[in-house]
């Protein structure tokens, strides 16, 4: 089961379909999937002492526009001194999937949605991720809520985690919810139909910020990325679109950093082991110690997040126009994140790129296995219970799942580079500027800007290295294979 958002011809369904087999991916539910779906059809319904009745309080969600896998709400409640009672409420996707049954065992294989240009292949049936299992608006829902109260100061100060039933009472935008943070627009009509919900937004935009800013402080990496969106106009393909940060992604970026962070440590005081996301010093810091040096900046010779935060918030002031090729620069510098065991009294290595050492991942489940993994766990430490997961098991996860985030990556930048070759098939013998990206035994990679898309330099890379500026010509497109070949201008 797949669900497209009518691209432009089967072309790039195929593409998709096949980069998804090559990847070890299933494109498909199979038969015994689909038959414990035909028998789920009610949301998840539970009473008992240890469940909450929350759904008084102004939950919203914010999301994609087009979403509607919706994973968590959220909502403020103001204390005293200053400090902020923020809850963040995540989907009890376990309450359907259980651990084991066939549509779980599909999630298990794929471990993570995929998302294409041509399609979405969803971790879980639609039927599930974006309705039974999904916040959706209007609709009461059994959830994990994570509570933390944030202090003046932007530490949560103290934390808990139980289960409750909620109800959203507004489906909100991030690019709609932005720019009325930002004051470039007008309040979202679902913001302003729901009495409160405007104050609650500002409360919960107003704690967000201080927390980005002692994260930043700590050494957060104040990067300014955009991933490519594809844009269609009556169902045909017609651009790949930077999608631009802005206050509101923010808002839920924070909130799911700080979760995570108290998910980790309560598994950690309860003495249960669980998947921990970790992010690794940069192998190549010594480049990005070399691209600093050619805009006049010394970072030390050992990697440190607190100077390359240093260093980037020197060039988002004083260079904005070019930030973002640097940003990507660095991205690429970093490495890929991975998830790994984490064991109760061990040592573990934290995130080089939030600034954070406790952290795991949680507040995705209908889209990313890790995270219902550790609401099991969760949910098992709540109630008592034993661990639903050996060490040894969640040792076997964690390879997986990141081997599968990794497959999943590569899905959708070969689709989106087949996307890009159609767009760019009437365009040979055109100049673009770009970025390198990629330089290895294996060739060298640019990204340009429009449409937003990475290309092979295939003439004239010698040289070339992660973070250069280069004039490129357009020499050949592939749409089947997804080759978009560069030479240097």
Request: charged share 25%; proline share 5%.
């Given at each position: 089961m797949t669900s497209s958002p009518a691209a432009n011809g089967s072309l790039l369904m195929?593409?998709?379909?096949?980069?998804?087999?090559?990847?070890?991916?299933?494109?498909?539910?199979?038969?015994?999937?689909?038959?414990?779906l035909e028998s789920i059809t009610q949301p998840a319904t539970e009473a008992g002492a240890g469940i909450r009745d929350l759904r008084h309080l102004l939950w919203c969600s914010i999301d994609n526009d087009s979403s509607r896998d919706l994973d968590q709400l959220s909502v403020a409640d103001p204390q005293s001194a200053d400090a902020v009672k923020i809850s963040v409420a995540i989907a009890d996707v376990d309450?359907?999937?259980?651990?084991?049954?066939?549509?779980?065992?599909?999630?298990?294989?794929?471990?993570?949605s995929v998302y294409t240009a041509a399609a979405i292949f969803s971790m879980l049936p639609e039927k599930l991720s974006t309705d039974l299992t999904s916040l959706a608006e209007g609709q009461e829902r059994l959830s994990v809520v994570v509570e933390m109260t944030i202090s003046a100061a932007g530490t949560v100060t103290q934390s808990d985690i139980y289960r409750a039933r909620v109800f959203n009472r507004a489906k909100l935008a991030y690019n709609a919810?932005?720019?009325?943070?930002?004051?470039?627009?007008?309040?979202?009509?679902?913001?302003?139909?729901?009495?409160?919900?405007?104050?609650?937004?500002?409360?919960?935009?107003r704690v967000a910020q201080l927390l980005r800013r002692v994260r930043r402080a700590r050494g957060a990496l104040d990067l300014q990325t955009s991933e490519a969106q594809p844009v269609f106009n009556a169902g045909i393909l017609v651009d790949l679109s930077p999608d631009e940060t802005n206050r509101a992604k923010q808002l839920?970026?924070?909130?799911?950093?700080?979760?995570?962070?108290?998910?980790?440590?309560f598994l950690t005081a309860k003495g249960f082991s669980t998947?921990?996301?970790?992010?690794?010093?940069?192998?190549?810091?010594?480049?990005?110690?070399?691209l600093a040096r050619g805009l006049g900046e010394d970072l030390p010779t050992s990697p440190s997040a607190l100077a390359l935060n240093g260093f980037l918030s020197k060039r988002r002031q004083a260079a904005p126009e070019t930030f973002q090729?640097?940003?990507?620069?660095?991205?690429?510098?970093?490495?890929?994140?991975?998830?790994?065991?984490?064991?109760?009294?061990?040592?573990?290595?934290?995130?080089?790129?939030?600034?954070?050492?406790?952290y795991t991942h949680s507040t995705a489940p209908n889209r990313r296995y890790p995270d219902l993994i550790t609401q099991r766990i969760i949910k098992a430490a709540l109630a008592k219970k034993a661990a639903p997961y050996t060490d040894d098991q969640l040792q076997e996860l964690a390879a997986r799942c990141t081997l599968q985030e990794h497959n999943a990556a590569k899905v959708e930048r070969s689709v989106d580079k087949s996307a890009a070759a159609s767009l760019l098939a009437s365009r040979i013998g055109a100049k673009f500027d770009g970025i390198?990206?990629?330089?290895?035994?294996?060739?060298?990679?640019?990204?340009?800007s429009s449409p937003s898309t990475e290309g092979k330099v295939v003439k004239g890379a010698e040289g070339l290295d992660v973070g250069d500026r280069v004039r490129v010509t357009l020499r050949h497109t592939d749409v089947a294979r997804g080759f978009i070949d560069f030479e240097k201008a």
């Open positions: 195929s593409v998709a379909r096949r980069a998804m087999v090559d990847n070890g991916l299933e494109p498909d539910f199979g038969e015994a999937a689909e038959a414990q309450a359907l999937v259980k651990s084991g049954s066939p549509i779980d065992s599909h999630a298990r294989v794929n471990t993570t919810v932005g720019a009325w943070l930002a004051g470039n627009g007008p309040a979202p009509p679902a913001v302003s139909a729901v009495a409160g919900m405007d104050q609650q937004l500002r409360i919960q935009d839920i970026e924070e909130f799911m950093v700080a979760a995570n962070g108290v998910g980790a440590q998947l921990r996301r970790v992010l690794r010093a940069p192998k190549r810091w010594e480049r990005i110690v070399e090729d640097l940003s990507l620069s660095v991205v690429k510098l970093l490495g890929s994140g991975e998830y790994m065991l984490d064991r109760p009294g061990q040592s573990m290595e934290g995130h080089f790129g939030l600034a954070v050492r406790d390198v990206t990629g330089a290895s035994d294996k060739g060298t990679w640019v990204r340009i």
